[in-house]
């Protein structure tokens, strides 16, 4: 009895001793990896207008003939145009717009307050193309025009005119459709020379004349 019990103990010892030898090894705790943040396609927006019409816009020296000599001034117009919007160079231009100009004449004595002249109206051109390549062009046009006009304070008055044009420009043009944008049309920048008649004011003789600078914005629409 007494070895049975020596022996039981020596066994349970042994146990013991290796357990504590060979502890057992946890499993380690799986950490997940952290999730990449998710990609997103962003577009640059291209630099310029948001958004533009395809118009010609005129600015220009202008001289009229008056009762009291000629009267140097300044002269504009701004109008929708199809040789602004085509992506293609085109051969011939129509367009609709506003025009107006501003003249100061000579004083008539030291008590003269008003010796200025204004006028404007609405416009109806159309243009053919005489030359072109690919980087420039020129035009010879016609235009009819409405319009109101007012000199030296004796009132107003209303008539029409017509003019024509010669113009020059050097023009680039295209069409792009992106995820963030329309571009359809010309860029382009030039010279011209009018000379034209209108029915003016009293006091206004119906001759003048406008050299200036043209310039043409396609359509641009970027939301």
Not at 192 to 214: C, D, I, K, P, S
Request: proline residues 6%.
């Amino acid at each position: 009895m007494r070895q049975l019990l020596f022996a039981f103990l020596s066994l349970a010892a042994l146990d013991l001793s290796s357990a504590s030898a060979n502890p057992e090894t946890a499993a380690p705790r799986y950490t997940p990896a952290p999730s990449a943040p998710a990609t997103t396609v962003r577009y640059r927006r291209r630099p310029g207008p948001r958004f533009m019409m395809p118009l010609k816009i005129d600015l220009g020296a202008s001289t009229a003939s008056t009762e009291r000599g000629m009267a140097p001034g300044v002269a504009g117009a701004i109008g929708i145009h199809w040789a602004s919007l085509s992506p293609r160079p085109t051969n011939f231009d129509v367009g609709v717009g506003v025009f107006g100009g501003i003249h100061i004449a000579e004083k008539m004595d030291a008590n003269d307050s008003d010796n200025g002249l204004a006028y404007g109206g609405a416009y109806l051109e159309g243009a053919r193309k005489l030359s072109s390549n690919n980087w420039g062009r020129t035009w010879a046009s016609m235009r009819g025009e409405y319009l109101s006009s007012s000199a030296f304070g004796s009132g107003s008055s209303t008539g029409i005119g017509v003019s024509g044009r010669l113009s020059a420009e050097l023009f680039a043009s295209g069409v792009g459709i992106e995820p963030r944008g329309l571009f359809l049309g010309t860029y382009a920048v030039g010279v011209y020379a009018e000379a034209g008649a209108r029915q003016m004011v009293e006091g206004v003789n119906a001759f003048q004349a406008t050299v200036g600078l043209t310039f043409r914005t396609p359509l641009v629409f970027s939301p």
